[in-house]
């Protein structure tokens, strides 16, 4: 893989290329334009989150880029996701563009996007090129992005200049995106960190079109989930990698990627909060924690776990502690309706969680002093869930009086996932607990009258959980 010429590659099998060669590229090739496109179903939803944003912040130019590509090995770059808030502001996927709302005397604002346009067929950029499309494919021109986002496109190669040439307007942009257009903008950090805050919160609440694709995702995650187990018993032949590989196909079929590196922990590894090396045994007669999410193709993540017994039947003291998960997941769940504060799931969940410890002997009681005390912290380590969205962890620069102090309301989505990990080198709980890690999370979309859990579809009590591997398994 990889250009010669056009990256400079010392070693590179071709020195140079000749006119005749150039003048042969140049000729013969289509008219590939499409003149058939419509907008995307998600543009008017989209244009409703930018006039929000513009509301908040009147009089001033806003800047949003999508992010470039970054380099995974030498020459070899990471695959190319567009920051969310691009994402969540336009609706689109491309890598080197920016989303640009200029303001208007009114208060409003216009807004315009900053795209990579196509290659032309008259200089040798369509091959040669660190873009080319010739080797990373073909990208929309600029008319075809403006019929699809709804939004006016130049070109992104001149950005930077344009951006700079017009001065005295205040400005604000997300930073640490693209370094180019963030040299080109005097703005001010304490700012541009409004900014950020006021996107993220503007994805707090999903609006219909992003609830359909977070349905989606918890579904594709579902079958995927269903696939693992399916598998399992070619998992103990090799390693937790098995899991993971078994997943990501299902992700890679039916959405854009994985939302977050999947976590497939057997044995003593479930009580490593976020284990993804998945390079260890699976052995019957202990437990895997499994978490993983589909990112659907407009990149909403789903963000399910299910501890699930290797050998299909759970161990007595296994049981006990998946028992005392889900109790904890029950009352947790049972305070996400609107209305409630955003911390009342976490607490009901850990005080369960605390009262257990407490009755095993594992923490000092009474369980309400332990609790103010944080002590059931040691074996339940993490919150209790979070936002979920475009990313795994959404709204996270949300401020904490619109987030953590704030009210559920309708449309909000969370995970609510509890858990209880016991180290293997814990010598506080009796040896047969030891190495054992139990989490059960859900996806719940805050209705009108309660929540809607997305990912009900997989089993969760234990009972459930083992009739479940039986049939699937065989």
Known sequence: MGNDVAKGRKNGLYSGISEELSALMRTGWADTERHDLTADEQAPYAAARREALSARFPGERLVIPSGNLKTRSNDDPYPFRPHSAYVHMTGDLARDGALVLEP????????????????????????????????????????????????????????AADLAAVTGVPTRVVRGVDPVLEAALTTDEERDDELEEALSELRLVKDAW????????????????????????RAVATSERWIEGTFFRRARVEGNHVGYGTICAAGPHATIMHWTDNDGPVRPGELLLFDAGVEGRTLYTADVTRTLPISGTFTPVQRQVYDAVYEAQEAGMACVKPGAAYRDFHEAAQRVLTEKLVEWGFIEGPAER?????????????????????????????????????????????????????????????????????????????????????????????DEVEAWMARVAG
């Open 370 to 462: 332990a609790y103010e005390l944080g002590l059931q912290r040691r074996f339940t380590m993490a919150g209790t869930g979070h936002m979920l969205g475009l990313d795994v962890h959404d709204c996270a620069e949300a401020r904490n009086e619109e987030y953590v102090d704030g009210p559920l309301v309708p449309g909000m989505v969370l995970t609510v996932e509890p858990g209880l990990y016991f180290q293997a080198d814990d010598l506080t709980v009796p040896e047969e607990w030891r190495g054992i890690g139990v989490r059960i999370e859900d996806d719940l979309l805050v209705t009108e009258d309660g929540h809607e859990n997305l990912s009900a579809a997989l089993p969760r009590t234990s």
């Open 210 to 233: 992003e609830i359909g694709e977070m349905r989606k995702a918890v579904d594709a995650t579902v079958r995927g989930f269903t696939d693992a187990v399916a598998e399992l018993s």
């Open 104 to 159: 208007r005397a009114d208060g409003g604002h216009d807004a315009y996007c900053y795209q990579l346009p196509r290659d032309g067929r008259d200089t040798d950029e369509f091959w040669l090129g660190y873009t080319a499309e010739l080797w990373m494919g073909r990208r929309r021109s600029l008319a075809e992005s403006e019929k699809v986002l709804g939004l006016p496109c130049r070109d992104v190669r001149t950005a």
